[in-house]
């Protein structure tokens, strides 16, 4: 039985997943807006940075959503910006497929994550991602703009915002250029932590 295709982004009040370049990636606001992530067991551990961190509601939802995902899709720019930043051993550990006009050979990390390029648009992306993850869950990583797309396309069933109690004021907009028209939303649950509040909603068509 497939999966599910879905997202999970971190988002500030005023609607933003992302500053307005890479650049600014690692910026006060961009720390800020990922505050509630770094202190996580899972994701130290992840990532490389060792043992400790902080249990609770929100190291298990960042667990649940790793453990969910058979495969991911992204855009060249998240990939662009995620190349020089992720460590040898990539944090996702599944097949990444990237949609991009670049032509390039797959390329493997340590730990599982194989980056492969994607010529043929968003809808080539997502069946290859959902041949490999077989009966888990197809994870649309990011940025705004693919995100956005599949949501038009009507091919992501749920998604979930961490929501961050910092102010943006300019960036990327997680909904911005939304057809309306053809994307409607069921809420499935909310929770709040210390940090962040979680919102989970299931997409009708």
């Given at each position: 039985?497939?999966?599910?295709?879905?997202?999970?982004?971190?988002?500030?009040?005023?609607?933003?997943?992302?500053?307005?370049?890479?650049?600014?990636?690692?910026?006060?606001?961009?720390m800020a807006l990922q505050q509630w992530v770094f202190?996580?067991?899972?994701?130290?551990?992840?990532?490389?940075?060792?043992?400790?961190?902080?249990?609770?509601?929100?190291?298990?939802?960042?667990?649940?959503?790793?453990?969910?995902?058979?495969?991911?899709?992204?855009?060249?720019?998240?990939?662009?910006?995620?190349?020089?930043?992720?460590?040898?051993?990539?944090?996702?550990?599944?097949?990444?497929?990237?949609?991009?006009?670049?032509?390039?050979?797959?390329?493997?990390?340590?730990?599982?994550?194989?980056?492969?390029?994607?010529?043929?648009?968003?809808?080539?992306?997502?069946?290859?991602?959902?041949?490999?993850?077989?009966?888990?869950?197809?994870?649309?990583?990011?940025?705004?703009?693919?995100?956005?797309?599949?949501?038009?396309?009507?091919?992501?069933?749920?998604?979930?915002?961490?929501?961050?109690?910092?102010?943006?004021?300019?960036g990327v907009r997680l909904f911005d250029g939304i057809d309306v028209e053809r994307v409607g939303l069921?809420?499935?649950?909310?929770?709040?932590?210390?940090?962040?509040?979680?919102?989970?909603?299931?997409?009708?068509?």
């Open positions: 039985m497939a999966g599910k295709v879905f997202f999970s982004v971190s988002m500030s009040l005023d609607g933003f997943i992302a500053p307005r370049t890479s650049d600014e990636l690692m910026g006060k606001q961009w202190p996580q067991r899972f994701f130290r551990g992840n990532v490389g940075l060792g043992d400790g961190g902080e249990e609770g509601r929100d190291n298990d939802i960042l667990r649940e959503t790793f453990e969910r995902t058979g495969a991911s899709v992204m855009g060249k720019r998240m990939f662009d910006a995620g190349e020089s930043a992720w460590p040898e051993d990539a944090p996702f550990h599944t097949p990444v497929y990237v949609v991009t006009h670049e032509r390039r050979d797959p390329w493997e990390r340590l730990g599982g994550t194989t980056f492969h390029f994607v010529n043929s648009g968003i809808e080539s992306a997502l069946e290859q991602a959902r041949d490999a993850a077989g009966d888990r869950d197809v994870r649309i990583a990011g940025g705004g703009e693919i995100i956005l797309q599949y949501l038009n396309a009507g091919s992501v069933d749920e998604f979930s915002i961490a929501l961050s109690p910092v102010l943006f004021g300019a069921e809420m499935v649950s909310t929770e709040a932590s210390e940090r962040v509040t979680h919102l989970e909603y299931r997409v009708r068509r």
